[in-house]
């Protein structure tokens, strides 16, 4: 009601004019009843008790428009058929997943990595819009968004396994409305290694051993990822493919206190080219082993 007859009084300025002086009962040429002042009016699903003053010289008039229609002359928020424009809203921009690759000695030790990244930016020509004027954006394609390259540092932590993932916060999609990046999450795939098998947080390691060794005992070393060397205690007549655990001596746990096992197994190593004296020495041992098989 209240909209048509504003529309009514707009389209003549004497009925204006009437308005401006008697109020919302202008066509009974009554002065304005009281409490007129205040009325209520219903736009786009919302309600407004603000107090248009019909009464002040026409500034009501204007206020009740103005809420109406804005200062603009275009309809309000929530005025227009399909309602506020959702990709004006503040929101934050959507997470990104990234595989990445790292040794098992960073696994092992932990520490700062360097990665190359891809990932999205608004585009500064059209400013995320997608659009130059009517047209779409050629720098984008009509996107928005333009993919970029960036290092980034991180830090991994000791013990990570394959599926692992790390957070960087903030290095994720752009936002929309002005609204910050999403996060970028690191998928962590860890190489295998040449000389190592890993199995959970233990660690299995194949260690040639002399023959002289294994047969009258002995010290080997043993190697660990992050290159150090720990020493293992061979017994006499120890068996090819004999297993020895050194405990606490694997993987660091990623969640926990403590460290796997490092299996150690060791495996026999034969001699090559002998000397004149070696295999004479060799030679009297088989017929010692041959007399002592058939004692």
Request: charged letters at 25%.
């Amino acid at each position: 009601k209240e909209i048509n007859e504003a529309y009514e009084v707009l389209s003549d300025p004497d009925k204006r004019r009437k308005y401006d002086t008697l109020g919302p009962n202008w066509q009974e040429q009554f002065g304005p009843p009281s409490g007129a002042g205040r009325r209520t009016y219903t736009y786009g699903g919302r309600t407004s008790s603000t107090p248009f003053d019909f009464d002040a010289g026409g500034a009501g008039f204007s206020d009740f428009f103005e809420a109406l229609f804005g200062r603009s002359g275009a309809a309000a928020p929530g005025m227009g058929t399909r309602g506020p424009r959702e990709d004006l809203r503040r929101r934050t921009g959507d997470n990104i997943e990234q595989p990445v690759e790292v040794t098992l000695q960073e696994a092992f030790s932990g520490g700062m990595r360097t990665f190359n990244i891809q990932t999205t930016e608004v585009c500064p020509i059209c400013k995320g819009t997608g659009e130059i004027g009517n047209r779409p954006c050629t720098n984008c394609g009509g996107q928005g968004m333009i993919p970029r390259n960036k290092r980034i540092q991180v830090k991994i932590n000791a013990g990570v396994d394959n599926g692992s993932r790390i957070r960087v916060a903030g290095e994720g999609q752009p936002g929309i409305g002005g609204g910050p990046r999403g996060d970028l999450y690191l998928i962590i795939s860890v190489k295998p290694d040449p000389m190592f098998e890993r199995r959970g947080d233990d660690l299995y390691a194949d260690v040639d051993v002399d023959l002289v060794t294994m047969m009258l005992g002995g010290e080997v070393p043993v190697p660990t990822p992050d290159g150090r060397k720990l020493a293992l205690t061979i017994p006499p007549e120890t068996q090819n493919r004999r297993l020895f655990r050194l405990a606490g001596k694997g993987m660091p746990r990623l969640r926990g206190d403590g460290s796997g096992n490092l299996y150690a197994r060791v495996q026999v190593r034969l001699p090559t080219h002998l000397s004149s004296e070696e295999r004479s020495l060799f030679e009297k041992l088989a017929r010692t082993r041959h007399v002592e098989s058939y004692s």
